[in-house]
């Protein structure tokens, strides 16, 4: 099993900057695409940008040209810079990971327990 620690959220001012970071850890596992969902209050949890193992990108319209992911594939972490933030980036960010669990053979999708990014106006 696959576990994700996401860290370095917090309260910012619009404008201002944060990056996030998510470790995975376990058994042995081959991680093919990692990446950052968010979800407001009252909102559905929505994708913010998703990196692969060769490093290709994909991010949501709204955080384009703001928001940078990316990836340590030697420590199977991932990160998020936050640019230009605004307040409706606040958010809990979700970390997750998805590929190949060498033990089992068997495919794997995890999540991160959250980490909360406020944005004051």
């Known amino acids: 099993q696959v576990q994700l620690v996401e860290s370095g959220g917090g309260l910012v001012q619009a404008g201002g900057s944060l990056r996030l970071s998510c470790a995975a850890s376990?058994?042995?596992?081959?991680?093919?695409?990692m990446g950052w969902y968010r979800q407001a209050p009252g909102k559905q949890r929505e994708l913010v940008a998703t990196?692969?193992?060769?490093?290709?990108?994909n991010y949501a319209d709204s955080v384009k040209g703001r928001f940078t992911i990316s990836r340590d594939n030697a420590n199977n972490t991932v990160y998020l810079q936050m640019s230009s933030l605004k307040p409706e980036d606040t958010a809990v960010y979700y970390c997750?990971?998805?590929?190949?669990?060498?033990?089992?053979?068997?495919?794997?999708?995890?999540w991160g327990q959250g980490t909360q990014v406020t944005v004051s106006s």
């Open positions: 990196i692969t193992s060769r490093g290709s990108t």
């Open positions: 376990g058994s042995r596992f081959s991680i093919i695409i």
């Open positions: 997750n990971a998805a590929g190949l669990d060498l033990v089992s053979g068997s495919g794997f999708a995890s």
